[in-house]
C-alpha cells in the first residue's frame, strides 16, 4: 500500500469504486480507494439492481442516466467484463389522475435533458405487460431505458476499470483516523499504515456518519431497513422464457408502495412500508459487514397481497429469499454529493438509498467536480451543505422515516413536509399563526408562505393552479395599494470585517461592492469556469466591515465560499440565528415606519439603496432601503430576541394603513413582475451572469476576480445561453413553476426556471433560459398537458422605470394630495 495518494477514497461500494474510477478517467491516476471489508459490503452487494431515469430534478435524471450509460455498454466495452445489465424497460402505474400529471412533469423534465419518456393508456400497458390487472388503472408512465444491474458485478466492472487506469484499491483496511498535519493535507491512518492525501473522500455509505466523526462532521444520514422478496419460478415467466418473450418490464405501483420485476424465471418484489424502520442510527456495530436481518414479513406482507393481486402470477410462486438489509437516507431522500463543509479538500459522496442507481453517476459527478473545482452541472439538490445545524438526531430520524413511507409518494410543486419541525424559529411565531399564516421551512426556519383569512389552510396539493392563489392575489394588491410586512429571516446572514475587508470584498465577485459607508450593492460570486456560485446583497457599514445577506438555503454553501477565498486579516462571522428580518413594503410603509421611530426616513436622508441604524418601536435595528418586491420598502434588520417586539409593532402600527402581513409566495410572484433572478432556481452555477441577464451587475474594467475570464470567454462563444422574461398564456387552470421545457417548432429550446401569477401584471410571468438555437419564432411551454404560448416581454411588466422602489410614485401621490 503507498504512502501517498492525491485523493484517497474511504468505501467500496458502487458510489466509492464509481469516483475511483472517474477520477482515474480524468487522468488522476495517483487515486486509492481503502475498504474496511470487501467491496459491495454494506448496501450494495443486497441492492435489487434497479436502474432508472425517472427523477424530479434534471441533474439527478441525467446522473441516472450516466449509470445506466455505463452499465449498460461502457464498462464492458472497456474491461470486457459483464455487468449484468437487464434492459427491461420499466412502467409505473396508477389509479391517481394527480400521478399523471406528475408522470408528464417529469417527461417534460426529460423532453429537456433528452431522456424518453412514453405516457401510456390502460391497453398500451396490458400490451406491455400482459400479466398485469388494470382494474382502476388510468395510465402510467413508460421508461423504455432503464433496466436492472447485477451491483456486485457492476462494481466490480467499474474497480477493474480503475485498476487499468492506475487507481489502487486496498480492502480489509479500515479506517481508524482522520487528521490534517501542519501544511494541510490529510492524514488516512488505516490498519495498514497511514496515508497521506490532498483530498479526501467519504463514500462509506452505511459507515458514514462514523467516518464522518472522525472528519469532524455530524452527517444527517440514517440507515433504513429494507426488504425484497425473491420467488421460486413462476409458470407464466417460465412460460415466456420458453416462448421466447422478451423480459417483462419493472413495473412499480407507487400508490400500494412496492416495485416488481422479473428475475430470472421468477420475481423480486420489493415492498415500501408507510412506517419505516431505523437501524443503525446511532452507530452500526462495528462487526457488521455482508450480513443480513431476520425477515419481518409480517410488516410488509399486507402491501406484497396487494402486489398478487395486481399481478397474479405472483401469487404462483414460492418464496425462495427474504433480503432485509439497510440502505442510507438523508432527510430529502437525495445523496450528499460534493465538499464537506468547513473542510478544506474534504468531500462527501454518500447517503444515497439508491447507491447503485446513483452511483456511476454520481462519482462522474463530483469526479469533475474535484478534477475542474466546480460542479459540472448545478448541485443544488444534492450539495452536502443544504443541511445545516438543525439536522440533529431527531431531525434526521423524523425525516429519513418520512423519506421511506413517501419513497412513491407524489413531489408535488409546493409541496411542505411536515416531519421534523419545527426547528429554527423566531419570536414571531405565535403571531403569525394566529393571523393564519400556512408555514413552510427554508433551511430549517418557519415562515409564511402565504396567509388564510377566511380560506380554507388545508388546500389540496396540486399540479394546476394551488387553491392559496387568491390569497396571494389579496397580498400581492394589499402590498401594491398599502403595506405588508414579510418575515425574511431566513436569509442567510454573515459580518465580513477587518482590515482586509475591503481589498477582498473589491475582488470578491464580478459588481464592485459598495465604496461609501451606508451604501448598498448586489454582487455575484463566480465558480471558476465563469457560473454564478452565490449571490450577495452588500452593506457597507465602514471600511472594515460589511454585513451580507443571501438565500436561505445557501446558508453553509456561501459561508464556505467567504471562508475559502477569505485572506489574512478577514473575519467571517455567521449572524444566521442571531439576526431576524422583517420587509416593510408598500406606498405606505414609510408613512407606517415614521409612526414608530423618530428617524429622517425622506429621500433626501435616507435615499435607496441606503442603510442606516434607527429605532423602531424604542428597539436598534439596521435598516436597509431595499425591496426585492418592488415597492417602496425597508428591510429592518435587528437581534432575533427582539424580532417578535418589531413584528408586533408594526402589525399593531400599520392599522391604519391597510396593513396586512404577506408571504414567501408573494415575494416570488411580485419578484417576478420586476424579472428579479432568484438563486438557485433561476441563478446556478451553469450559467453566467451575462447568461442571466445581469449585465448592469457586471464590472470588469480593471478587476480580477475568480471566473472572469471564464464568463468572458463563454460570453463571447456562440454556445451561450440567454436568459429571458416572458408572459404566458393564461388557460385559467394552469401555474408554471419550473422546470418546464420551452417548445419551438417542435424542438426543445429552453427550460422555465421559475414561475408565478403577476397579480399587480394580471398575467402569468416565467423566467426562461433559452439555448443557442432558439430563434425569434413563436414559443410555447408545456405545462403538464397543456402547450401554452409565451412572449418575451423585452422590458418588465410592473414599474418598468422603476419609480415605485425610489420613491418617486409616492412623492408624485403625496403632491397631488397637497395641491
Known amino acids: 500500500m503507498k504512502e501517498h495518494a492525491r485523493v484517497v477514497v474511504i468505501g467500496g461500494g458502487a458510489m466509492g469504486v464509481s469516483l475511483l474510477y472517474h477520477l482515474a478517467k480524468r487522468s488522476w491516476s495517483d487515486v486509492m480507494l481503502v475498504e474496511k471489508t470487501e467491496l459491495t459490503a454494506g448496501s450494495t452487494w443486497h441492492a435489487a439492481g434497479l436502474c432508472t431515469h425517472f427523477a424530479h430534478n434534471a441533474t439527478i435524471m441525467e446522473m441516472r442516466a450516466h449509470s445506466i450509460r455505463m452499465y449498460r455498454e461502457g464498462l464492458t466495452a472497456e474491461t470486457g467484463l459483464p455487468t449484468g445489465f437487464h434492459p427491461s424497460g420499466a412502467l409505473r402505474i396508477t389509479r391517481s389522475e394527480e400521478r399523471m400529471n406528475e408522470f408528464r412533469h417529469v417527461q417534460g423534465i426529460g423532453d429537456f435533458v433528452g431522456h424518453e419518456f412514453n405516457i401510456l393508456t390502460p391497453k398500451q400497458i396490458k400490451d406491455i405487460y400482459p400479466l398485469v390487472e388494470l382494474d382502476g388503472i388510468i395510465g402510467a408512465i413508460h421508461e423504455p431505458n432503464d433496466g436492472h444491474v447485477d451491483p456486485t458485478l457492476a462494481t466490480n466492472a467499474m474497480a477493474t476499470a480503475a485498476r487499468n487506469l492506475g487507481a489502487e484499491i486496498v480492502r480489509h483496511n479500515p479506517v481508524l483516523s482522520l487528521s490534517k498535519n501542519a501544511s494541510g493535507e490529510w492524514l488516512v491512518e488505516t490498519k495498514q499504515g497511514t496515508i497521506t492525501a490532498e483530498h479526501v473522500v467519504n463514500a462509506a455509505g452505511t459507515w458514514c456518519r462514523e467516518i464522518g466523526a472522525m472528519m469532524g462532521l455530524d452527517l444527517p444520514v440514517v440507515p433504513m431497513l429494507h426488504q425484497y422478496v425473491v420467488t421460486a419460478e413462476v409458470p407464466e415467466i417460465a412460460e415466456r422464457i420458453a416462448a421466447g418473450a422478451p423480459e417483462l418490464p419493472i413495473i412499480r405501483d407507487p400508490e400500494e408502495s412496492w416495485y416488481l420485476r422479473q428475475e430470472r424465471n421468477g420475481y423480486i418484489v420489493g415492498p415500501y412500508e408507510k412506517t419505516g424502520h431505523p437501524w443503525g442510527a446511532d452507530g452500526i456495530p462495528p462487526a457488521f459487514g455482508m450480513e443480513l436481518m431476520p425477515p419481518d414479513l409480517d410488516s410488509i406482507e399486507h402491501i406484497i397481497a396487494m402486489a398478487m393481486e395486481r399481478v397474479p402470477a405472483l401469487a404462483n410462486a414460492g418464496i425462495k429469499t427474504v433480503v432485509n438489509g439497510p440502505i442510507t437516507f438523508t432527510p430529502d431522500a437525495n445523496p450528499m454529493v460534493g465538499p464537506a463543509f468547513g473542510m478544506a479538500n474534504g468531500w462527501l459522496l454518500t447517503g444515497s438509498s439508491m447507491g447503485v442507481m446513483e452511483g456511476g453517476g454520481a ?25 445545516g445545524n438543525f439536522a440533529d438526531r431527531d431531525y434526521r430520524i423524523d425525516k429519513a422515516v418520512e423519506c421511506f413511507g413517501l419513497q412513491f409518494g407524489v413531489h408535488f410543486p409546493f409541496e411542505e413536509r411536515e416531519a421534523g419541525r419545527p426547528r429554527r424559529v423566531t419570536p414571531a411565531l405565535g403571531q403569525q399563526r394566529a393571523e393564519g399564516a400556512v408555514l413552510g421551512a427554508a433551511y430549517g426556519w418557519e415562515r409564511p408562505n402565504w396567509f388564510a383569512k377566511g380560506d380554507t389552510r388545508d388546500v389540496e396539493l396540486t399540479f394546476r393552479r394551488p387553491g392559496w392563489l387568491d390569497a396571494v392575489g389579496r397580498e400581492c394588491l394589499n402590498v401594491r395599494d398599502n403595506v405588508g410586512s414579510v418575515d425574511l429571516s431566513a436569509f442567510s446572514k454573515f459580518e465580513v470585517s477587518g482590515p482586509g475587508a475591503a481589498d477582498f470584498m473589491a475582488s470578491l465577485g464580478s459588481n464592485r461592492p459598495p465604496v461609501r459607508d451606508g451604501r448598498i450593492g448586489l454582487m455575484h460570486v463566480l465558480t471558476n469556469r465563469g457560473g454564478v456560485a452565490s449571490e450577495f446583497t452588500i452593506t457597507r457599514l465602514a471600511e472594515d466591515r460589511y454585513y451580507l445577506t443571501s438565500a436561505a438555503f445557501a446558508e453553509r454553501h456561501d459561508e464556505d465560499i467567504l471562508r475559502s477565498r477569505a485572506s489574512n486579516g478577514v473575519t467571517i462571522t455567521n449572524l444566521a440565528e442571531r439576526r431576524g428580518i422583517l420587509g416593510v413594503m408598500g406606498p405606505r410603509s414609510r408613512d407606517l415606519l415614521e409612526t414608530l421611530t423618530q428617524d429622517n426616513l425622506s429621500d433626501a436622508t435616507f435615499p ?37 417586539d418589531v413584528y408586533a409593532a408594526v402589525a399593531e402600527a400599520g392599522k391604519p ?29 451553469e450559467r453566467t451572469p451575462l447568461e442571466s441577464g445581469l449585465e448592469a451587475l457586471v464590472r470588469t474594467d480593471g478587476r480580477s476576480f475568480i471566473g472572469r475570464e471564464a464568463m468572458l470567454e463563454r460570453d463571447a462563444a456562440d454556445t451561450a445561453w440567454r436568459m429571458a422574461l416572458f408572459s404566458v398564456e393564461d388557460d385559467g387552470v394552469s401555474l408554471p413553476f419550473y422546470n418546464h421545457t420551452v417548445w419551438q417548432d417542435g424542438k426543445a429550446v429552453g427550460v422555465v426556471t421559475s414561475g408565478a401569477y403577476g397579480f399587480r401584471a394580471r398575467m402569468p410571468l416565467v423566467l426562461a433560459y433559452l439555448a443557442p438555437k432558439a430563434s425569434d419564432a413563436p414559443m410555447s411551454i408545456r405545462v403538464i398537458d397543456r402547450d401554452l404560448k409565451i412572449t418575451e416581454l423585452l422590458d418588465v411588466p410592473y414599474d418598468p422605470q422603476n419609480l415605485k422602489p425610489r420613491g418617486v410614485v409616492a412623492q408624485i401621490q403625496q403632491a397631488s394630495k397637497v395641491g
Do not use: C, Q
Request: aromatic residues 14%; glycine residues 12%.
Open 363 to 387: 462519482g462522474a459527478f463530483l469526479a469533475d467536480w474535484i478534477v475542474d473545482g466546480a460542479p459540472p452541472r448545478d448541485a443544488l439538490a444534492i450539495d452536502a451543505r443544504r443541511f
Open 657 to 685: 394603513f391597510g396593513h396586512a402581513p404577506f408571504g414567501i409566495y408573494a415575494v416570488n410572484a411580485m419578484r417576478l413582475e420586476k424579472g428579479y433572478r432568484g438563486w438557485g432556481s433561476d441563478l446556478t452555477t
Open 608 to 644: 435607496w439603496l441606503s442603510a442606516r441604524t434607527i429605532t423602531v418601536a424604542g428597539i436598534p435595528v439596521l435598516a436597509l432601503r431595499v425591496s426585492y418586491v418592488g415597492e417602496l420598502g425597508w428591510e429592518l434588520h435587528v437581534d432575533l430576541d427582539r424580532f417578535g
